[in-house]
């Protein structure tokens, strides 16, 4: 199954749920700034449109509340955002970086962890377009 679509707000809901295991709405609400805080029904509704497609699931009752957690794994979520961006750059990964390179957003720290994460992944590849070097 692939991962659904977040919206921000349900990206912000699931950083909560992420972070804490298995909140209650309540505890979920309040993860928010005091200021531009959703109303709780406003969360309740989305919490429970997330539980409809396979977000996030319901854990337990405790009382008259419920308890939440992630269905999702950040990773799958956080990769779903990222081909979202890149089919945006028209799956160019270049115009991707050059973009955050002349925004300021990333350093050549950045680039050389990068560069280290690439060499993991590939170490059979060499610098000629991604050909196996036998």
Do not use: C
Request: proline share 4%; glycine share 8%.
């Amino acid at each position: 199954m692939s991962t659904p679509k977040l919206s921000k707000l349900e990206y912000q809901i699931m950083e909560a749920l992420w972070a804490m295991g298995e909140p209650s709405l309540r505890e979920i609400q309040e993860t928010f700034p005091e200021k531009g805080r959703p109303a709780y029904t406003t969360i309740q509704t989305t919490v429970y449109r997330m539980e409809a497609k396979g977000i996030l699931r319901r854990v337990r009752k405790v009382g008259n509340f419920h308890l939440f957690a992630a269905a999702i794994t950040r990773d799958a979520a956080q990769r779903r955002l990222v081909d979202e961006l890149l089919a945006l750059f028209g799956g160019r990964s270049q115009l991707l970086m050059a973009h955050l390179i002349e925004g300021g957003k990333l350093s050549l720290e950045d680039v050389k962890q990068a560069e280290k994460m690439l060499r993991k992944v590939s170490p059979r590849r060499n610098s000629y377009g991604g050909q196996r070097v036998e």
